[in-house]
């Protein structure tokens, strides 16, 4: 396919991209340049990379992938309601406070908790030196701060609202994500961990002549109806209308047919019956 031929036959989204990359003072561009330069919807750009990419008018240069941070709907649950490692904690402060014996099913009861909430709270409490178990399995506190409770409530308010990437938190921050982040069969974790994948795209030799076609040719706008009004006042012929093509394979029509267990009975049944 030649290349005004090939021009002829792009998207107007992909028109859109491959102009930026001919006005580009940079050979490679980052999807987010590519964002903020075409002013396309995320689904839009990436629909036009995708098929750029497919017609090979597009390489990837670079790909990386940069771990984010967001809060889930539990992450934003803890941080209206706390925790239920600060709400544990509080729990046996108070107890500490009043003298009362504290239980484990004293705190489900009182804080609403399920039982694998309270039980990991009391497990990493313990473990830090901030809760004890005491004889008849009630829970003391010594009185001592929690680092983990610290640091979540201090992650809760700095990603209510606004993800960030992992990296921009210091070690200590990072271990309490971890830990606490969505993984398979635990699906209550207030922290989840997505990939944002970022593509470092530059034009190969073909997208490279497309591109000086297209500045040399300009862009007009494309319609694909031709109006009365574009007729009128003759602004049809600074438009660029999208061809059609006869040569497209027409939908394949499925026929309904019946379900292959369904013949096997009506098989059987027949075979009874005569």
């Not at 209308?241 to 027409?250: E, H, P, Q, V």
Request: hydrophobic share 35%; proline share 5%; aromatic share 4%.
């Amino acid at each position: 396919m030649d290349i005004s031929s090939l021009i002829d036959s792009l998207h107007p989204l992909e028109v859109k991209v491959l102009s930026t990359f001919g006005t580009s003072s940079s050979p490679i561009l980052q999807t987010e340049q590519l964002a903020q330069t075409t002013g396309l919807e995320p689904s839009q750009l990436s629909m036009a990379i995708e098929w750029l990419l497919a017609k090979s008018l597009l390489v990837v240069d670079t790909e990386t992938a940069t771990p984010i941070v967001s809060l889930t709907k539990t992450g934003e649950l803890y941080f209206e309601k706390y925790s239920p490692i600060e709400r544990v904690l509080s729990v046996a402060r108070d107890a500490a406070k009043t003298g009362k014996r504290l239980t484990i099913q004293d705190i489900q009861s009182r804080e609403g908790l399920e039982p694998t909430e309270v039980s990991g709270a009391i497990g990493r409490l313990k473990k830090e030196g901030v809760l004890l178990i005491i004889q008849g399995g009630c829970i003391e506190s010594t009185g001592r701060p929690s680092q983990t409770a610290e640091v979540m409530r201090g992650l809760l308010q700095q990603l209510h609202g606004a993800p960030r990437e992992l990296r921009a938190f210091p070690e200590t921050q990072r271990q309490v994500i971890h830990d606490h982040a969505v993984k398979r069969g635990n699906a209550r974790e207030p922290f989840r961990i997505d990939d944002r994948v970022t593509k470092a795209l530059k034009l190969s030799e073909t997208g490279v002549e497309a591109a000086q076609q297209l500045s040399r040719q300009g862009t007009a706008e494309e319609v694909s109806q031709l109006t009365p009004e574009l007729l009128k006042d003759g602004s049809w012929r600074a438009k660029r209308f999208r061809k059609y093509t006869i040569s497209l394979r027409a939908p394949r029509i499925a026929p309904g047919k019946r379900h292959p267990y369904r013949e096997f009975l009506d098989a059987v049944k027949a075979k009874l019956v005569s």
